[in-house]
């Protein structure tokens, strides 16, 4: 109870009252890294640096308890661009919790977008899919995996058995990164057409995907296509002010 009001009060930007939230859920025995690693954050958002470095410190070198726990140490490593502790703390977790969804789906992600291993990526991909073979995210996130590996007919098959499963915002984006990446450099195929019209229907629904298709390797072939181009310019003029552009975005990723 303590730790989800305390991360609703700092939503709310009442920090201070979160704080005294976490630190109570900790005096009641929540000793897990979620616990020490949000009560940082906050205390350190409110400049509070020698309570909240002593809470990072037990939150990263503290073993974590519950799946956020290894959720929260895994993404601090990410943050900290220490992907291989990161790699470390997803694989437990998933070793300890073979059912938890996240777990699997974090292992496929960093498998892929920092290591660039697709083989391993596949490897948790299949354990993802077999968790749940009708969540839409599932499958779309495999078949990005095995268009990489460049096997281009699997890849399709999986993300139109995501887009029958669901078409939401997030279900198309990834579904249409997988066409974007089979389209490669032939910006007038059939498969880039298809990543177009997908994004589209994302964008339809969320804005936000604008933003994250500026650093997304996967639409690195046909990001400058004018079709896509023109999407972006769209959502631009529906929210008054450019997207972030790729130099901008390439700053923010290098400052991490």
Known sequence: MYINRGIARSALGRDTEAVEDVARAIELGRRDSQAYLLKSDIELSLGLQTEGEADLLQGLLGTPT???????????????????????????????????VDAWQNLVNVHCEHFHDYAAGLNAADELVSLDPAR????????????????????????????????????????ASTFAILAGNKTDSDDALVATNLLQESLSQDHSWSRVIVHDPDWNAIRTKTEVQSLLQAVETLEGGPPPTLQAEDESLNAR
């Open 66 to 100: 519950t799946p956020d726990g290894w959720l929260a140490r895994a993404e601090h490593w990410l943050d900290r661009g220490e992907n291989e502790k990161a790699l470390a703390d997803y694989a437990e977790m998933a070793r300890i919790y073979p059912k938890n």
């Open 136 to 175: 839409s995210l599932s499958r779309a996130a495999r078949g990005v995996v095995l268009a990489h590996l460049g096997r281009a007919d699997e890849a399709r098959d999986e993300a139109q058995a995501a887009l029958e499963i669901e078409r939401d915002a997030t279900t198309c984006y990834v579904a």
